[in-house]
């Protein structure tokens, strides 16, 4: 008898679970290989084709980076306007990327020039998709100011020096200079 109250409460689990498990959005499943294909092209945009882009954002898109909040699709215009008019060779390469229940995520590598500055930087990206829908409602990058200012006479001083005081402060390997 104890058996058989232990098989069945297995198999209750099981099916109790299953509801939850079948909801999870694989990242082959059609409508995540499409968000994938649009998270990608998003977080590769390019001078060129950004005006396009726009189509796949909600009129309420939010985003995020370090250093800008943008609200609403006609400030995301503005914003990636701007931006491609300050760095209009800015290249992002997809290093790695997934997409699963409405979520992309992706690292990346991006480098060019902001008004005629050499940058790279290293960051990853966050975008979320409208429940069932192909359109993107939240962006969010990741990346450290300093990898672009370190290149920028003046602020690559200040931003080497924070960079060693840090290391100083938490990293137990690091010969700390001071």
Known sequence: MKKFIG???VLACIFMLLPVITIAE???SR???ERKAIGHALVEVQSTNWPFLLQHYTDDIEYHDPIVTVEGIENMAEFLGRM???SPNLVTTVEDETCINGIYAATWRMDGF???VPYSAKGMSIIKFRP???KVYYARDYYTEGDIMIKIPGLDEPTDAFRTYYRCAVDPTFGCPY
Do not use: G, P, T, Y
């Open 7 to 9: 098989k069945s409460m």
């Open 26 to 28: 694989s990242d082959r």
């Open 31 to 33: 409508i995540n290989r």
């Open 84 to 86: 491609f008019a300050s």
């Open 114 to 116: 902001f008004n005629n």
């Open 132 to 134: 069932q829908s192909l």
